[in-house]
C-alpha cells in the first residue's frame, strides 16, 4: 500500500542552523501538507501546498518557513534559522484531489530538536 | 475559539472495558469533514475513519464504532472491550470546504490507557 515517507526520522540541531525536512507524498496525490505536533500537544497546521504554490498557510508559518516541490515526487520544509520553539514533530501529509476535503495521509514524522 | 475540543485530556480503563471518547466541533459551513486519527506511543498518526457532514448515519467497524450527531456537533468514537494495543492518543479533526486548503483543525488529543 502506497504511503507517504519523510526523512529524517530524527534531526538534531543548533539554534540558528537552517534545516529541510524532507517528505515523498503518495504519488499520485495532488494536495500537500505541513504540520507540527509540539511534544504534549495538538497536531498545527503550517501550510498546503497544491499545483506548485502554497494555497494556504497558518500564522506559524512566517518568513522562517519556505516551501518546495523541487522535482516530482519531494516535498521540502526548510526552517532558515530555526529557535528553540521549533522543536516539534513536523508531519508531510498528502490527499488526492483538489476541491475535497477528503482523508489525508500522514507520513511517520521527523522530530526535529533544537538544542 | 477552537474548531475541535476534545474535553477529556486523558482516560485510563481496565482492559474489556468499553471507553467513549469525545468530540465536539464547531463549524459555520454545511459541508465539512470529520476524522479521528490514532496516534500509538511510536508517534505516526493512524487514519480510523472520515465522516462527511451529510452522512449522519453511525458506523462499526470491528470494536470500534462513531456516533455523529449534527444537531450537537459531536462525532464521538467508542471502542468496545478495549485491549492494551488500544492504547494510544486519539485525535478528533475537521476539514472544510469553504477552506482553501482544506487543511485539518485537530483536538488537543485524548490519552488512552488500557490497563491489563
Known amino acids: 500500500e502506497p504511503e507517504v515517507t519523510q526523512t529524517p526520522s530524527h534531526q538534531v540541531t543548533q539554534m540558528g542552523q537552517e534545516v529541510i525536512l524532507r517528505c515523498v507524498p503518495i504519488?499520485?496525490?495532488?494536495?500537500f501538507y505541513w504540520y507540527r505536533q509540539i511534544l504534549g500537544q495538538k497536531v498545527e497546521f503550517l501550510v498546503s501546498?497544491?499545483?506548485?504554490?502554497?494555497?494556504?498557510k497558518s500564522e506559524i508559518f512566517d518568513d522562517q518557513f519556505s516551501v518546495e516541490r523541487p522535482d516530482g515526487s519531494n516535498f521540502t520544509l526548510k526552517i532558515r534559522s530555526t529557535k528553540l520553539e521549533d522543536s516539534a514533530m513536523y508531519f508531510c501529509?498528502?490527499?488526492?484531489?483538489?476541491?475535497?476535503?477528503?482523508?489525508?495521509?500522514f507520513g511517520p514524522g521527523t522530530r526535529l530538536t533544537v538544542l | 475559539a477552537q474548531k475541535v475540543t476534545q474535553a477529556q485530556t486523558e482516560i485510563s480503563v481496565v482492559e474489556k472495558e468499553d471507553v467513549t471518547l469525545d468530540c465536539v466541533y464547531e463549524?459555520?459551513?454545511?459541508?465539512?469533514?470529520l476524522f479521528w486519527y490514532k496516534q500509538p506511543p511510536s508517534g505516526e498518526l493512524v487514519f480510523l475513519i472520515r465522516?462527511?457532514?451529510?452522512?449522519?448515519q453511525n458506523e462499526i467497524s470491528g470494536r470500534y464504532s462513531w456516533n455523529f450527531q449534527k444537531s450537537t456537533s459531536s462525532f464521538n468514537f467508542t471502542i468496545t472491550a478495549s485491549q492494551v494495543v488500544d492504547s494510544a492518543v486519539y485525535f478528533c479533526?475537521?476539514?472544510?470546504?469553504?477552506?482553501?486548503?482544506?487543511?485539518?483543525?485537530f483536538g488537543t488529543g485524548t490519552s488512552l490507557t488500557v490497563i491489563p
Open positions: 504519488s499520485n496525490h495532488l494536495y
Open positions: 463549524t459555520r459551513d454545511t459541508t465539512y469533514y
Open positions: 501529509a498528502s490527499r488526492p484531489e483538489a476541491g475535497v476535503p477528503d482523508t489525508q495521509y
Open positions: 465522516r462527511n457532514s451529510f452522512d449522519e
Open positions: 501546498f497544491y499545483n506548485n504554490e502554497i494555497s494556504e
Open positions: 479533526a475537521l476539514s472544510e470546504v469553504s477552506n482553501t486548503g482544506n487543511q485539518f483543525y
